[in-house]
């Protein structure tokens, strides 16, 4: 065996014990630091109070629900996520709700800056937590529901 295929079998060995690596720890993630019955719970609860508001209630309760989550706190990232998705499926359409507001696939190449504005008009600056939850407006005024 050349010396070339040996090195290409050793990197390529390398590149699959990483891959290994992290599909181990994205598992021990899921099952351990998710509480997927919260996140289950929390959409039901979006759904339930969706049927008695209109989409910008919906948005007026997340604020409150994201102002104290910390970047590291996955499951109540989550539960805010899940909520607000489930909120808007079941309101009322709020006229003008959707006026502005960027289109969720193009704002993947544009670096964002629609969820950050969203997240501004909500009062939250630099949030990676608001913009993981704001990214249910956008696709939701998009109309990929």
């Not at 993630?29 to 719970?41: E, L, M, S």
């Not at 696939?105 to 969820?115: E, H, M, P, S, W």
Request: hydrophobic share 40%; aromatic share 8%; glycine share 8%.
């Amino acid at each position: 065996m050349s010396k070339n295929v040996k090195i290409l079998l050793i990197v390529f060995g390398i590149l699959a014990l990483l891959a290994i690596g992290c599909v181990g720890a994205l598992y021990l993630v899921g099952t351990y630091a998710i509480d997927d019955t919260a996140i289950k719970k929390a959409r039901e609860d979006g759904l339930e109070f969706g049927r008695t508001t209109d989409n910008a209630g919906c948005e007026a309760k997340l604020v409150p629900m994201l102002k104290d989550v910390k970047l590291t706190d996955l499951t109540r990232s989550m539960q805010a996520q899940y909520f607000f998705d489930g909120c808007l499926e079941t309101s009322r359409k709020t006229p003008g709700y959707c006026d502005g507001v960027a289109n969720s696939f193009a704002d993947i190449f544009n670096d964002d800056k629609g969820k950050e504005a969203e997240c501004r008009k909500l009062g939250f600056t630099d949030s990676p937590n608001c913009r993981i939850v704001i990214d249910e407006k956008l696709d939701f005024c998009s109309g990929l529901y």
